[in-house]
């Protein structure tokens, strides 16, 4: 009995998931502005024509690429929830996706990209925000806990800083405790320093 061919969409699709794994390992790996489509076309065995008639452009396949959203804090009380923050350093500090990596590493040259990361790191601090109890300057609060963990990230995942890679994540988590539940749990400033 023959083997039943695949449909054209079938290939369409196949092709298109080539294309964007070849995106995330090179955006990943240099960055949005030393990534080209020649070079995606290559890593994905295609022509550079179809990469454009699939996406459009750089930035629209970048955007495609990298779309791999976080999920944000579960409402589990302000204690839980500098657990729970603390928690995703385990991931962070592992293999992280390919599109993360991509982000990541282009946000610092690349508006687009850090216009993306700007706009998850919101949507991340408000779900922070909405699981912590009332403080004063809550916003505030979420993005440096935030912004904490994602600095220790990119410590440990671009610059491979020895202190960072070579200590466990248990070891860090246990470090960063104490200011991410203060800044969750909303102290007031002289409880904290007191």
Same mark, same amino acid.
Do not use: C, W
């Given at each position: 009995?023959?083997?039943?061919?695949?449909s054209?969409?079938?290939?369409?699709?196949?092709t298109?998931?080539?294309?964007?794994?070849?995106?995330?390992?090179?955006?990943?790996?240099?960055?949005?502005?030393?990534?080209?489509?020649?070079?995606?076309?290559?890593?994905?065995?295609?022509?550079?024509?179809?990469?454009?008639?699939?996406?459009?452009?750089?930035?629209?396949?970048?955007?495609?690429?990298?779309?791999v959203?976080?999920?944000?804090?579960?409402a589990?009380?302000?204690?839980?929830?500098? &657990?729970?923050?603390? @928690?995703?350093?385990? %991931?962070?500090?592992? #293999? *992280?996706? $390919? =599109?993360?990596?991509?982000?990541?590493r282009?946000?610092?040259?690349?508006p687009?990209?850090?216009?993306?990361?700007?706009?998850r790191?919101?949507?991340?601090?408000?779900?922070?925000?909405?699981?912590?109890?009332?403080?004063?300057?809550?916003?505030?609060?979420?993005?440096?806990a935030?912004?904490?963990?994602?600095?220790?990230?990119?410590?440990?995942?671009l610059l491979?800083?020895?202190?960072?890679?070579d200590?466990?994540? &248990?070891?860090?988590? @246990?470090?960063l405790? %104490?200011?991410?539940? #203060? *800044?969750? $749990? =909303?102290?007031?400033e002289?409880?904290v320093?007191?």
């Amino acid at each position: 009995m023959p083997t039943a061919q695949p449909s054209r969409a079938e290939r369409r699709r196949a092709t298109e998931a080539r294309i964007l794994a070849g995106a995330r390992e090179l955006f990943a790996e240099k960055g949005f502005d030393r990534t080209t489509i020649r070079a995606v076309a290559s890593t994905a065995g295609v022509d550079p024509a179809l990469v454009m008639q699939y996406f459009g452009s750089k930035r629209d396949l970048f955007t495609r690429a990298v779309q791999v959203r976080p999920a944000a804090p579960a409402a589990t009380g302000a204690e839980g929830l500098a &657990d729970q923050l603390l @928690a995703t350093l385990g %991931p962070k500090l592992g #293999a *992280l996706p $390919e =599109g993360t990596l991509a982000m990541m590493r282009s946000m610092l040259t690349d508006p687009g990209a850090a216009d993306e990361v700007r706009a998850r790191l919101s949507q991340q601090a408000e779900a922070v925000v909405a699981a912590m109890p009332p403080a004063q300057d809550a916003e505030l609060r979420a993005m440096l806990a935030l912004t904490t963990l994602l600095g220790v990230t990119i410590g440990h995942q671009l610059l491979g800083l020895p202190a960072l890679r070579d200590a466990p994540t &248990d070891r860090i988590a @246990a470090l960063l405790r %104490p200011g991410i539940s #203060a *800044l969750t $749990e =909303g102290k007031a400033e002289n409880e904290v320093a007191g």
